[in-house]
């Protein structure tokens, strides 16, 4: 079992930068594919960014360029670093874990998912 917590959300304007951060639980955290999901209002949820167990890194093409995915195994913690950000990246974001395989653009790949964290961007 795997418990996931995101922090690091909050209201940046237009071109500004956040950082979140995703802490799990669990003493085997480092064989776990990793990623970022996010979900704005009345739409599906959405890939964002995934780690695998080896750092192996892969985007969406909206966020290519601007976020960047990391992991801390020491620490159990994923990051996600986003900059310029634009108004249509405001969504509540989720990170997930995945105990098989790579990462995957997939949300049903993923078995544990945490609570999310609101990122509002203002115009």
């Known amino acids: 079992q795997v418990q996931l917590v995101e922090s690091g959300g909050g209201l940046v304007q237009a071109g500004g930068s956040l950082s979140l951060s995703c802490a799990a639980s669990?003493?085997?955290?480092?064989?776990?594919?990793m990623g970022w999901f996010r979900q704005a209002p009345g739409k599906e949820r959405e890939f964002v960014a995934s780690?695998?167990?080896?750092?192996?890194?892969y985007y969406a093409d909206s966020v290519k360029g601007r976020y960047t995915i990391s992991r801390d195994n020491a620490e159990n913690t994923v990051y996600l670093h986003m900059i310029s950000l634009k108004p249509e990246d405001t969504a509540v974001y989720h990170c997930?874990?995945?105990?098989?395989?790579?990462?995957?653009?997939?949300?049903?790949?993923?078995?544990?998912w945490g609570q999310g964290t609101q990122v509002t961007v203002s115009s």
């Open positions: 997930a874990a995945k105990q098989y395989g790579g990462g995957s653009a997939s949300p049903r790949s993923y078995e544990y």
């Open positions: 669990g003493r085997t955290f480092g064989s776990y594919a």
């Open positions: 780690i695998s167990w080896n750092g192996g890194t």
